[in-house]
């Protein structure tokens, strides 16, 4: 152990007990061993480590299935998209027909999707189905095969317009999850 003799380290304890002498001029020699680090026991234990993993993957579990989960569900919006997609184009090709059958004539039947094309008013696309989407003359629409639509066509009232002189048009697609969009539209006679 260093010793301080007369407050200040006597020369023989510096070379016997390790002392250490400084290059500055006047200043005492000072002992080691107190400045040496404190005998700690470092590192982690088996447990700790172990402990360790299975936090991380548990944290780790939960975030690939919300990344899962996601990446499903991404999907779902699309189809949504396209039905509504679907669903608009087709109330539309309804709703500018004529209000009633043309004088003289109009298409007398029948009504189906392969004479889709020959239809001139509202009331021909009643009861119409579509089994994957196709368009005027008949062509299947590429991609959208998987898809099915169905026109119904029903006398309403909406607003000023009495029951004789609106349609209310409802077109129903499914996509090919199975899941169905309505939409619906109106038609007066105007």
Do not use: H
């Amino acid at each position: 152990m260093c010793t301080e003799v007369g407050g200040r380290r006597s020369a023989a304890n510096v070379a016997n007990v390790g002392w250490a002498k400084r290059s500055v001029p006047n200043e005492p020699p000072r002992c080691w061993a107190r400045y040496a680090l404190p005998n700690l026991r470092t590192g982690v234990s088996l447990i700790e480590v172990v402990l360790f993993m299975v936090v991380v993957s548990v944290a780790l579990a939960v975030l690939v299935k919300a990344f899962d989960q996601a990446a499903v569900a991404s999907a779902d919006p699309v189809l949504r998209r396209q039905a509504l997609a679907i669903a608009q184009a087709l109330l539309e090709e309804v709703s500018v027909k004529d209000f009633a059958n043309p004088t003289p004539g109009g298409y007398a039947g029948p009504y189906n999707a392969t004479t889709r094309g020959l239809f001139d008013d509202v009331m021909d696309y009643n009861g119409l189905t579509l089994n994957g989407i196709s368009d005027l003359s008949g062509a299947t629409v590429a991609g959208l095969s998987a898809y099915s639509a169905g026109i119904a066509v029903a006398a309403a009232t909406f607003g000023g317009v009495p029951a004789g002189a609106g349609w209310r048009i409802t077109v129903t697609v499914s996509d090919p999850a199975g899941r169905q969009l309505a939409l619906e539209g109106y038609r007066a006679d105007y």
